[in-house]
């Protein structure tokens, strides 16, 4: 995978990349030739997948990230300017569930902020941070890893299974402003040539929920990888699954 005018790697930033579906993207774009910039907050578990991809024959490079401290994040913008001068790709993944109880009766509102600060917030500040980078790519890619349940065409359809699911002050919300976001940035984006979409993985087997999922990570992860790779005709201000196009 290589940039069409500068035959450069694709250079490409993975957030909350050490493991699930974040790890998989990482591992995905790896193996299709990118150089893949491995972000997460846990140095243990950082380092020990970027030796793992590695080992694989990988082009794997540790980045120190916190998407909710945006010192971290500035670092983080500052040393993929000093060592690669771009970037390709940036691939929001980084996510948190939040406590499971939090109905919008009875939420803890710090709670749900906590899970706006990383799902929503966290996803701005990397973003902004990473625009003068990404603009210096020919061809700028951003994905927002989202979540079929963000979906408020499926939440409110009866017959759908989504709503049947118990109801969500945090998680749920916080993926649909998550694509209502997408839109916004792609409409603004769109005449620098950026294109950004919102990808549903399925429900995958990660820690996020008990590896209840019945999907795999690397099945989860096919989505982010292919809207991450789009040609120069690819569609922006989207939301994607495995499937096609996912109702709003």
């Given at each position: 995978?290589?940039?069409?005018?500068t035959h450069q790697p694709t250079l490409a930033?993975?957030?909350?990349?050490?493991?699930?579906?974040?790890?998989?993207?990482?591992?995905?774009?790896?193996?299709?030739?990118?150089?893949?910039?491995?972000?997460?907050?846990?140095?243990?578990?950082?380092?020990?997948?970027?030796?793992?991809?590695?080992?694989?024959?990988?082009?794997?490079?540790?980045?120190?990230?916190?998407?909710?401290?945006?010192?971290?994040?500035?670092?983080?913008?500052?040393?993929?300017?000093?060592?690669?001068?771009?970037?390709?790709?940036?691939?929001?993944?980084?996510?948190?569930?939040?406590?499971?109880?939090?109905?919008?009766?009875?939420?803890?509102?710090?709670?749900?902020?906590?899970?706006?600060?990383?799902?929503?917030?966290?996803?701005?500040?990397?973003?902004?941070?990473?625009?003068?980078?990404?603009?210096?790519?020919?061809?700028?890619?951003?994905?927002?890893?989202?979540?079929?349940?963000?979906?408020?065409?499926?939440?409110?359809?009866?017959?759908?299974?989504?709503?049947?699911?118990?109801?969500?002050?945090?998680?749920?919300?916080?993926?649909?402003?998550?694509?209502?976001?997408?839109?916004?940035?792609?409409?603004?984006?769109?005449?620098?040539?950026?294109?950004?979409?919102?990808?549903?993985?399925?429900?995958?087997?990660?820690?996020?929920?008990?590896?209840?999922?019945?999907?795999?990570?690397?099945?989860?992860?096919?989505?982010?990888?292919?809207?991450?790779?789009?040609?120069?005709?690819?569609?922006?201000?989207?939301?994607?699954?495995?499937?096609?196009?996912?109702?709003?």
């Amino acid at each position: 995978m290589t940039d069409s005018v500068t035959h450069q790697p694709t250079l490409a930033l993975v957030t909350g990349a050490n493991k699930g579906i974040g790890y998989q993207i990482a591992a995905q774009l790896a193996e299709v030739g990118a150089t893949v910039l491995l972000a997460a907050r846990d140095a243990g578990r950082r380092e020990i997948a970027v030796a793992t991809l590695r080992a694989t024959g990988g082009d794997v490079h540790p980045i120190a990230l916190d998407v909710t401290d945006p010192a971290t994040v500035r670092a983080a913008a500052a040393h993929v300017e000093e060592h690669f001068g771009r970037l390709d790709v940036l691939v929001n993944n980084a996510g948190i569930a939040g406590a499971r109880a939090q109905t919008p009766s009875t939420a803890d509102l710090d709670a749900i902020r906590a899970v706006f600060d990383t799902n929503v917030f966290g996803v701005m500040t990397v973003t902004n941070a990473m625009l003068p980078l990404l603009r210096r790519s020919p061809a700028p890619r951003i994905v927002n890893v989202s979540s079929g349940v963000g979906s408020l065409a499926a939440m409110s359809d009866p017959d759908s299974p989504l709503a049947r699911m118990p109801p969500s002050a945090a998680y749920v919300p916080s993926k649909t402003t998550l694509n209502s976001l997408t839109v916004q940035y792609a409409k603004e984006l769109r005449m620098d040539g950026i294109l950004i979409n919102a990808a549903d993985p399925g429900y995958c087997a990660t820690d996020l929920n008990n590896n209840t999922g019945y999907r795999t990570a690397a099945q989860g992860a096919a989505i982010a990888v292919r809207l991450a790779t789009l040609g120069s005709d690819g569609p922006t201000g989207g939301f994607f699954n495995d499937d096609g196009p996912v109702p709003w």
